[in-house]
Structures are given as C-alpha cells and as structure tokens.
C-alpha cells in the first residue's frame, strides 16, 4: 500500500504533523491503541508558553537551559519558545478550550499557573487534564479532515529501509514501515515517501511508569535497527510525585500541585526540600526525585506525603478536579489528607537524534515528541515543555516535508523485500509462543531496570545490568525471528532494546547530570562532559 506520508504514533506530535501534512500530502496514521491512548492524554500539567505581559521569550529560555544543566541546545530551545504562542493558537483554532480566568472590565484571559522550575506563570492548562483536553481537539480535527486515513490498532514492526545512491554517496533511505494488524496478526508492508515516527515515550522499560501501557520505546528501537542515530537516553526523567497506593497504578499527581504551594513532607510532617534546593517544593523535578529518593533510603520509609491541605478546599477541588476525584476512590480526601507519593519513570529526554526541522539521520525520516532528541531538553526536561516541543517541531516537520516531497518528489519502491529490514516478519508458518512466557520476560528486563539503572546509579551495577539485558535481547531476537509476531512479542523485543540502549549511554557518561545521577562520579563534570550521547553513526 503506497501513502504520500505515514505517521506512527498519535499523541499531539503526530496529529499535529498529521493534521499540517494533509493540506499537501494523503496521510496514513497508524497507531497501536485507540486514538486517545497516549502519553499526550496523560499530560494533566499543560504548555508551557509566554503568553504574560511580566514573562519573556528569554526567561523561558533561561529557565529551560538551567533545568537542562548545560546540556540544551540554544537553537532548539529558542525556536521552541520563540514559536510556542503561535502553536497554542493552533490549538485554539483546532477547538481546545483551556481553562480562563476573568479580568475585571475585560474579556477574560488564559489562566497561567506554574510548575517547578518554572520563574514565570506561564502554564497554559485545562484544571488538571490539559493533555486529554488537547488529544481530543486533535482527534477530532483529524477525523474531520478526508486526508487522513487512520489504522486503530496496528503496530509498527520495522521500518523499510534501503541503501541508495544520494548527493553524498551511498545513504540509507527510509520507505515506509511493516505494520502489525494486531487483530488478524497480519503483517504488511505500508511504503510512503515521508515516514515520522511519532510513537511517544519508553515508560514501560521500566517496572513503575506513569505512562499508558503502550509507551514502550517502540520508534527508538525501530530507528536503531534501521542505523539512525540515537542520543542522550541515559536521561530518564523520574516524576517524583506518582501517588503511593497499591491499586493506583503510579496514578500521577501533576507538577502543577507543586506548582499551586504543595509542600513535601517527610511521614512524621518535616518540609524536607528545603535542604536540597532554593526552590525548595519548587525545584526541578530531577531534583525533587533525587531528594525523595534520598530521603526514602535514609528514613527506610515507603513514601513521602505531598501536602496541599493548607489551600482552600474549594480551590483544590475546581483546580485538580481529577486528581481529587482519583484519591477519594483511594479513601484519601486531598483537602484534608496530605498524599503519599513516590517517584516513577516519566519520560525519557534522549530519543532519535534529529534536527531543526525533525529530520533524522536517515532520508525521508522524521522524529516528533518525546520519541525525539531534539536538545530542547538537554539533561533534563523543564515542566510542561514537551507538549510545547511536540506542537513546535511537528510544525516544522511538515514544513520541511513540503520542501521534500517538491523538491526531490515520490520516493522510488523499493527493489524487493530482501531490501527491507522488516523483511523477516512476514512469517506465515512460525510458531505461536507463550503469552506467559513474554510477560515473564518482560518483568524480567523491567526489574533490572528499575533496580540497576534508576534514579541512582554505579557502574557495577550498570555493567551488570547491561551484561544481562544483553542476555536478554539476543535471547528474544531469536524468539522474533522463530515465533510468530504478536503485539506482545514485539513489545518486548522494542522494551529489551531500548533498555540495553539506556545503559549503553548512562555506562558512557562518567559523571552526575540532570537526570543521570552516578554514585561513582558525583559531580557535573563540565570539562570533559558538556556534550551528547550520540550512539551510532
């Protein structure tokens, strides 16, 4: 099947993308779950942009480039901050409705809060569920627009890549991508002239994850096999606040409680942040996870309390309706009982290595959102600047597609499917394997994760871990390429390589940055580190 364009993923960056190409271009959208299942619609926090007359441009950019300790990219992060406000404008074109405020004698404005890290109100939000809020303004401009073709519930297995003659000799060329039917199990080929990867985060290499369940790192796994260049995925950003609760489910409470005047608090009530930061319960959160980490491993306690019972209970009810809502079916009643959190893998900063315009480093590919490594986020990820991101760079996405597709026009088939790297799925006689015996490799890689490549690391404990993930993905290649493809199977395979590609880059950084805290090397080393982790060619 030929399309102009193929998107894969559909948080905000790839419908955007989507919804931008199809003025020019027929989109095919694929994507693993129903519409609004994705990071995007997680996001209770918002987007951060400069919308107040006491904000700048350049304190957006100086609060960004101090979150990222050293490590952002300015050029990244100024087109990202400098192009914000037009973008949330798109948004309100396309029908989202953020929460307003009124102004005495004028129209009322755009409620900003702030998040940690954060010198500025400038948290553009929906009360706490601004990411679900943006999903479905997408979701329904992408249904409404008859360019579009979307597949719900189809996986993309590999991407079609071919090495081809090109103006700096020999270069590999991207042509689409063999997807998963995940009802039938039919795998197929999708060729496109323009491929972008737009499949969100990797929570799930990780045991506790506030991501859904399909964040499984599955455009960075696909982007390594094809030869792209991968970056900076030692940096996993750990939300520190994910309600503590059996049945909770990392359930996330949002930077924004933070961000309104919740207080953390040791079990016995101690503010405790104090002697970690300036900002104290405002403080970067790679700083708030560490602090609680720390604290955790000092106390022996399982949590610590995030208190916001000193605010007025009707504010918190109609500022953090879900939030409230979710801890009552817990028995806690947030306006009255402080919230027992832990920290949780959040979202990842490293990703696909690309450019200004989401270009990667293999032709006619593209990367948009958290799958990308665009050095807006450098080592650490300031609070709501990843929808901000997304909508950014998905813009320029299309943009440059444009150029592409009028200046170097279709793309040529490929010669056969012995070109294609997702050429050995197409199996029709394999044999079925054990749903069982996937999860309990799946729990196996997670675990490791969790317990040697965390908040805090060493290098024997790296090492170790890289040994046996190492174990572990030669072991579930050979069960690929023996078995059957199922979602489940190819999950795996996506978690247990993404997993050996983190450790590949902590193991190469000898010293503690943002989000990558070494006990062996616990100083910010700016002689020797002040640059990327750049894997592959």
Same mark, same amino acid.
């Given at each position: 099947m030929q399309s102009t364009v193929l998107v894969i993923g559909s948080g905000v960056a790839g419908l955007t993308y989507a919804l931008k190409a199809a003025e020019f271009a027929s989109v095919t959208l694929v994507t693993k779950k129903e519409h609004t299942e994705s990071n995007t619609n997680y996001a209770q926090g918002g987007i951060a942009a400069v919308m107040a007359a006491d904000d700048s441009p350049e304190l957006h950019i100086q609060d960004t480039e101090v979150a990222g300790a050293g490590l952002c990219h300015r050029d990244a992060v100024e087109q990202m901050v400098r192009e914000g406000p037009a973008r949330v404008r798109d948004l309100i074109d396309w029908g989202a409705h953020f929460s307003t405020e009124e102004a005495a004698g004028r129209e009322p404005r755009l409620s900003l809060g702030r998040e940690g890290g954060h010198t500025r109100n400038r948290i553009i939000h929906a009360k706490d569920l601004t990411g679900r809020e943006v999903e479905r303004t997408l979701v329904a401009a992408v249904q409404r627009h008859p360019g579009i073709r979307v597949f719900q519930h189809h996986a993309a297995v590999d991407l079609i890549v071919e090495e081809r003659d090109g103006p700096a000799g020999r270069e590999r060329v991207v042509l689409g991508a063999t997807v998963l039917d995940s009802l039938d199990g039919v795998v197929q080929? %999708?060729?496109? /002239?323009? =491929?972008v990867l737009a499949t969100g985060g990797a929570g799930h290499v990780y045991l506790h994850t506030t991501n859904p369940s399909i964040a499984t790192g599955d455009g960075v796994a696909m982007a390594w096999r094809a030869g792209a260049r991968i970056a900076?995925?030692? *940096? &996993?950003?750990?939300? !520190? =606040? +994910?309600?503590?609760?059996?049945?909770?489910?990392?359930?996330l409470i949002s930077e924004a409680v933070r961000g309104e005047g919740g207080v953390l608090k040791l079990q016995d009530g101690t503010p405790f942040m104090d002697a970690y930061h300036p900002m104290a319960s405002l403080a970067p959160r790679d700083i708030v996870a560490r602090a609680i980490d720390a604290e955790l491993k000092r106390t022996g306690d399982d949590f610590v309390y995030l208190d916001v019972t000193h605010?007025?209970?009707? *504010? &918190?009810? /109609?500022? *953090? !309706? +879900? &939030?409230?809502?979710?801890? %009552?079916?817990?028995? %806690? /009643? &947030? +306006?009255r009982d402080p919230i027992p959190i832990v920290p949780a893998a959040h979202y990842s900063c490293g990703g696909v290595l690309t450019d200004l315009e989401a270009r990667a480093s293999l032709r006619r590919l593209y990367a948009v959102g958290e799958v990308a490594c665009t050095g807006v986020h450098g080592a650490n990820r300031l609070a709501s600047n990843s929808l901000l991101e997304a909508l950014v760079f998905a813009d320029h996405a299309a943009t440059d597609t444009r150029l592409l597709l009028e200046r170097d026009g279709p793309a040529r088939p490929p010669a056969g499917p012995s070109a294609w790297s997702g050429a050995g799925v197409l199996k029709s006689h394999a044999a079925e394997v054990s749903p069982e015996f996937v999860a309990q490799l799946r729990l196996l890689v997670q675990t490791l994760m969790w317990s040697h490549v965390g908040i805090v690391r060493t290098d024997r404990r790296l090492a170790q871990a890289q040994r046996e993930v190492e174990i572990l993905r030669q072991a579930v290649e050979s069960l690929f390429n023996s078995s059957q493809v199922t979602p489940e199977l190819l999950e795996l395979r996506n978690i247990t390589q993404v997993g050996w590609l983190i450790i590949e880059c902590a193991r190469r950084r000898k010293e503690s940055r943002g989000l990558h805290d070494n006990a062996d090397y616990p100083q910010r080393d700016d002689e020797h580190w002040l640059y990327d982790t750049v894997l592959g060619d």
């Open positions: 080929p %999708l060729l496109a /002239d323009a =491929t900076n995925m030692e *940096f &996993i950003q750990f939300h !520190p =606040t +994910t309600l503590y609760h059996p049945e909770a489910h990392s359930f605010l007025e209970a009707a *504010f &918190i009810r /109609d500022r *953090f !309706p +879900t &939030i409230y809502e979710r801890c %009552l079916q817990f028995g %806690l /009643d &947030i +306006t």
